[in-house]
């Protein structure tokens, strides 16, 4: 018995061609051995050989992400988590889980048709769910969030301007209109 009748698909019918996204699998399970902010023992440091396993696997997954030569931005990333590899540093420098999950979500009425994933190159709307995500540092850095969570795990910068997305803006400072002149107000004690 063949797929298309196990399925119930007509044969003449052609199948949709998505674009698949790597099993990050190995990745994550590569992340869990070098990420120390969860562990119980504080003074745990990630073997060498361990940091560079995250690195390679990530940049293995972003490489066979790359359609036709790919883009600009994912063969910056790959270079970058290659030269890392190369030199890995001492501890995770990426965001926490928490982070990820208050990332700003674009809504999926407010998506162009033309606008895609500048990682991996897919159109949003391809998706019958997608999960958008808006990063904190510029309103048009928008990306497929299963995409740039890998990279916020190991980075805690934009990929697209390299910003800190860890730094917190300073608040505004209080109108100076505001009493100052230092005189006592007995309603207060």
Not at 61 to 88: C, H, K, N, W
Not at 97 to 126: H, M, Q, T, Y
């Amino acid at each position: 018995m063949s797929y298309e009748v196990e399925h119930n698909i007509p044969k003449n019918e052609p199948t949709p061609q998505h674009t698949r996204r790597p099993d990050l699998s190995t990745f994550f399970s590569n992340l869990e051995l070098v990420n120390t902010s969860t562990t119980q023992n504080s003074n745990a440091i990630p073997m060498p050989a361990d940091m560079r396993a995250v690195f390679i696997t990530l940049s293995d997954a972003f490489r066979s992400m790359r359609q036709d030569g790919g883009g600009s931005l994912l063969d910056t990333l790959i270079e970058t988590l290659e030269a890392d590899a190369d030199s890995p540093p001492k501890e995770v420098e990426g965001v926490s889980d928490g982070f990820l999950d208050e990332l700003d979500r674009v809504p999926k009425k407010s998506l162009k048709k033309a606008d895609a994933c500048p990682i991996c190159g897919n159109p949003f709307l391809e998706d019958k769910f997608p999960l958008v995500v808006r990063l904190p540092c510029h309103k048009d850095h928008i990306f497929d969030l299963e995409c740039i969570a890998p990279w916020l795990k190991l980075h805690a910068t934009c990929p697209m301007d390299r910003k800190n997305l860890l730094l917190k803006k300073e608040p505004p400072l209080p109108p100076a209109d505001e009493e100052e002149d230092g005189e006592y107000d007995e309603m207060f004690a």
